[in-house]
Nanobody
Framework: QVQLVESGGGLVQAGGSLRLSCAAS????????MGWYRQAPGKERELVAT???????NYADSVKGRFTISRDNAKHTVYLQMNSLKPEDTAVYYC??????????????WGQGTQVTVSS
């Protein structure tokens, strides 16, 4: 079993910055891709950014140039540095990991979510 724990959300004024962290633990052999998604009230969950173990990153157009995803593969941790935050970035942010377990099965758990609120 694999668990993800997110931290770092909060309330910030427009133009400010926040850094989210997500640590994976449990029966992990390796993690291929880790990513951040978000869900605003009344909207569907959407991709924010992903990063592979090899360092390939992908961003939603709405966050390019403002957000940076990074990983510490040894710690099974992914980060999301969010700069120049806008009120439309307000959402619950979720972490996801594409994981190969010690049992040689694939697990894609989600974290519990962390609230990010950007005031105007």
């Amino acid at each position: 079993q694999v668990q993800l724990v997110e931290s770092g959300g909060g309330l910030v004024q427009a133009g400010g910055s926040l850094r989210l962290s997500c640590a994976a633990s449990g029966s992990i052999l390796s993690i291929h891709a880790m990513g951040w998604y978000r869900q605003a009230p009344g909207k569907e969950r959407e991709l924010v950014a992903t990063a592979t173990s090899g360092g390939v990153t992908n961003y939603a157009d709405s966050v390019k140039g403002r957000f940076t995803i990074s990983r510490d593969n040894a710690k099974h941790t992914v980060y999301l540095q969010m700069n120049s935050l806008k009120p439309e970035d307000t959402a619950v942010y979720y972490c996801n990991a594409n994981t190969l377990t010690l049992a040689r099965t694939i697990a894609t758990p989600w974290g519990q979510g962390t609230q990010v609120t950007v005031s105007s």
